[in-house]
Each structure stands twice: as C-alpha cells, then as structure tokens.
T-cell receptor, first 116, second 114 residues
Framework: DTGVSQDPRHKITKRGQNVTFRCDPI?????LYWYRQTLGQGPEFLTY????????KSRLLSDRFSAERPKGSFSTLEIQRTEQGDSAMYLC??????????????FGDGTRLSIL | AQSVTQLGSHVSVSEGALVLLRCNYS??????LFWYVQYPNQGLQLLLK??????LVKGINGFEAEFKKSETSFHLTKPSAHMSDAAEYFC????????????FGAGTRLTVKP
C-alpha cells in the first residue's frame, strides 16, 4: 500500500493560465474523490469517480473546472483560465470498493496552487 | 444534506492534559462519522470512524470518540496530550444512503503547550 499520490505538490502560476493536477489512488481502490481546501476550512467536495465513471460533478466550482479518470486508475483535475480565488490546496482521496458501512477515504498530501 | 459543526476553532492544552475536541452532526438518517487529523502541508489521516455497533470507538494514537445519538455528538478525546498531537482535526459525516458525500467541519487547531 503506497498510499494516494498527488503531483505536483506545489504549483505557482499566473492568473489566466491553465493548470492540471494528477492523482494516483491506492491501487485496489475504485473510488476517487477531489476536494478543495482553503485556509482555515475543511475540505470541500468537488467531484467523485467510481472506476472511470464520473458519478458526481454538480459541485465542481465552475465550468472552468473539469476532471477525468480515463482508465479508471489515475485521475486529473484541470482548472482553465485560473483566477486569484482558485488559490487553495487540492486534495485527492480514494476508497475501497467494499460495500457496506462507511468505507473511509484515504487522502493524498495535496497540491497547493498559488495564483500570482 | 448532512453536516457537522466543530465547536471551537482553536483548542490549547498543556502536555499531559485531557484533550476534548467537540463535534456535533446533523443528519436525517443514521450517520457515519469520522475524525481526521491534518499536519501542516499534508493530507488528512484517518483517526477513527463510527458506523454501527459500539458507540465508543477507539482510534490511533490513543484517541477515542463516543457517538451520542441523543446529543447528536461525536466528540474526540485523548486522556493525555502529547506534543506530537498538535495539528488540525476535522470531523466528517456521511450517511448509508449517500456514502460518498462526505461533509467536513471547519476544523479545530490543537495546540499543546510544554
């Protein structure tokens, strides 16, 4: 179990640029989640995949945000035309396919995005 | 939708003292409750979870939490604080029918004084 891996750890970019983040979940986990965390707040859910299917995306923050998981393994989160307000930590989590009571989500260390 | 409220954004205790971090939940169906810890510039690490069964749940690093349905609470405790416990703690809730919709509280920053 190598844990959830996110890349890059830090991204600094100018306003208006596009950015893409990658998440590699725990290998046997079929569920993958993206969250945004701003300073002093808890994680805010963005979107969720089960295998390659994106089952929830209504809470993506705007149409500038999109996510993919083309082969049901790693996932990418893209933000187009970045704005100052996009500066935050972006967290990825994965969970087991086991059915039943509350499978916990396992988090990566996040990608910290800073918009200049 | 379900939600949690963490009472107290900052808690400070002396090393060796009792740690008590408060969490109240709101849910129209039986909840699943979690406590996570976050160290600076890291992701969240699961401390413990409650799903069904025993209401007193023991987790890692000596932490435990008790599910109290009558009080809609899931407070986190540790009998004796250690310097290494200084971190941000998050309470979270999901439900059986919507297990993938996890809602987090705003967090409580724990400071441990020597």
């Amino acid at each position: 179990d190598t844990g959830v891996s996110q890349d890059p750890r830090h991204k600094i970019t100018k306003r208006g640029q596009n950015v893409t983040f990658r998440c590699d979940p725990i290998s046997e986990h079929n569920r993958l989640y993206w969250y945004r965390q701003t300073l002093g707040q808890g994680p805010e859910f963005l979107t969720y995949f089960q295998n390659e299917a994106q089952l929830e995306k209504s809470r993506l923050l705007s149409d500038r945000f999109s996510a993919e998981r083309p082969k049901g393994s790693f996932s990418t989160l893209e933000i187009q035309r970045t704005e100052q307000g996009d500066s935050a930590m972006y967290l990825c989590a994965s969970s087991s396919p086991l059915q039943g009571a509350g499978q916990p989500q396992h988090f990566g260390d996040g990608t910290r995005l800073s918009i200049l | 939708a379900q939600s949690v409220t963490q009472l107290g954004s900052h808690v400070s205790v002396s090393e060796g003292a009792l740690v008590l971090l408060r969490c109240n939940y709101s849910s129209s169906v039986p909840p699943y409750l979690f406590w996570y810890v976050q160290y600076p510039n890291q992701g969240l690490q699961l401390l413990l979870k409650y799903t069904t069964g025993a209401t007193l749940v023991k987790g890692i690093n000596g932490f435990e939490a008790e599910f109290k349905k009558s009080e809609t609470s899931f407070h986190l405790t540790k009998p004796s604080a250690h310097m290494s416990d200084a971190a941000e703690y998050f309470c979270a809730v999901t439900t059986r029918g919507n297990n993938n919709d996890m809602r987090f509280g705003a967090g409580t920053r724990l400071t441990v004084k020597p």
